[in-house]
């Protein structure tokens, strides 16, 4: 019983310090530190109005009103842009199920801005890997520009002024495309310009 112990009692020490260790511990530096240095990233990134918080800008919106941008389409369930629910479509290309909702989604654009001939940017008809994905690229913000701005009854050179101030250049200079926030230019919209009624 002795040797049992004795070959016991150094793995629950471990199994303690290791547990006090990566458990607690190191789980209370990384806290602090993330507070500290990015504490609105710690936070969810969340945006906050009169006191209001009104979403994060890491997860996308739906939006569907003409007056404002729209975003990628959203699978997730049982609502689009559900965080707890992330998921992308297992649905492959082959598939006419895909077929069906791009056709779906193809039409909705058509009909909220029959006028525009543009081609339709692929990111404005198929969802994102995550479901949840807040940006769009150029091209899709540069699609809805003359339908957002005529809904408001502005200018287009104030809404593509807006697209411009809420574009982020690629990661490190490298890393990705361009691209928009989508709830995050449509607050600017709303603080700049009027729905018109």
């Given at each position: ?22 458990g607690v511990l190191y789980p209370l530096l990384v806290t602090a530190v993330a507070q500290t240095i990015f504490p609105h990233q710690a936070n969810g990134s ?83 890997g995550s479901g949840l994905d807040p940006h769009i690229s150029l091209a899709a913000a540069e699609y809805q520009v003359e339908r957002v701005a005529r809904v ?46």
């Open positions: 019983m002795k040797t049992f112990w004795r070959h016991l009692r150094p793995a629950l020490v471990f199994l303690a310090a290791f547990t006090l260790l990566t969340l945006v906050e109005q009169d006191g209001v918080i009104l979403g994060s800008e890491l997860i996308g919106q739906p939006f569907d009103d003409p007056a404002y941008f729209w975003g990628r389409p959203s699978l997730t369930s049982p609502y689009p842009y559900n965080a707890a629910a992330s998921t992308g479509s297992t649905i492959a290309t082959s598939n006419p199920a895909l077929t069906e909702r791009v056709t779906a989604r193809i039409a909705t654009l058509e009909t909220a801005d029959s006028t525009n001939t543009q081609p339709i940017p692929v990111d404005l008809v198929t969802a994102s408001r009854g502005v200018e287009t050179a104030v809404v593509r002024q807006l697209v411009d101030e809420y574009t982020k250049g690629r990661t490190f200079g490298v890393l990705g495309e361009p691209r928009v926030n989508v709830f995050r230019l449509n607050l600017a919209l709303d603080a700049v310009t009027a729905v018109n009624s």
